[in-house]
Structure formats: C-alpha cells, structure tokens
C-alpha cells in the first residue's frame, strides 16, 4: 500500500485547511484509515482515524469539534478537515492505515498502522 499525502501549507490562527491522503497498491474499504501528527521535538501523536466497517470516526480530545475525518472508497482517499487552526497545530500531518482487525482500543496507537505516507507540513502562525 502506498500512500500520498497532500495539501498542508501555512495558515493563519482561525483559518482551515484540508489534507488529503490517496491511498494505492492492495487497498480495500475494510481498512481503517487515520492521520497523526509529529510537532518538533514531540512525539508522534493520534488525531483522528476513520474505520473501514461502518465508518465510525474517532478524534484526539484537542481537535475534537474542530477537524473533520472523511473518505471515499470509491477513490480510495482519506481527508481531513481542519478548522479554527491553532498554532499549536503546527506539524508534520502523516496518513496512515490499519487493518480491518485492529481492535477499538487499539486504533489510537502508532503500533496499530502497518503503511504510513511521508508527510505534509502544516504550520499555523499566530
């Protein structure tokens, strides 16, 4: 699975921004499709995950009410919406996927995610 990210850049505090992550190569609708970020000097962090079956979202606490996860199968492509960006926002965004199996508890660990794409700069500035 290869997967490609896009549509980071730089953007005031309060404004939005939309990633998109096009996935390719032996992909299904079953797999779970979710983004992490990596600000400098952190760790890298959940922040949201789409599931394959159902399409059940989930989101980190601190964007909770402010990003927005989507995909469409039929392009085999995950998004996310970004709104009211805060420059503590600011990072490295990567898509990732696991698979169908992964279990609910498990589905905000990096462990969980087999095929990472290389990444999109997002950087808010106050």
């Known amino acids: 699975v290869q997967l490609q990210a896009s549509g980071g850049g730089l953007v005031q505090a309060g404004g939005s921004l939309r990633l998109s992550c096009a996935a390719s190569g032996h992909t299904d609708r079953t797999i779970n499709m979710g983004w992490f970020r990596q600000a400098p000097g952190k760790e890298r962090e959940f922040v949201s995950v789409?599931?394959?079956?159902?399409?059940?979202?989930f989101y980190a606490d601190s964007v909770k009410g402010r990003f927005t996860i989507s995909r469409d199968n039929a392009k085999n492509t995950v998004d996310l919406q970004m709104d009211s960006l805060k420059p503590e926002d600011t990072a490295v965004y990567y898509c990732a996927v696991s698979p169908q199996s992964t279990i609910l508890s498990a589905l905000r660990s990096i462990r969980s995610y087999n095929y990472w794409g290389q990444g999109t700069l997002v950087t808010v500035s106050s």
């Open positions: 789409i599931r394959g079956r159902g399409g059940h979202t």
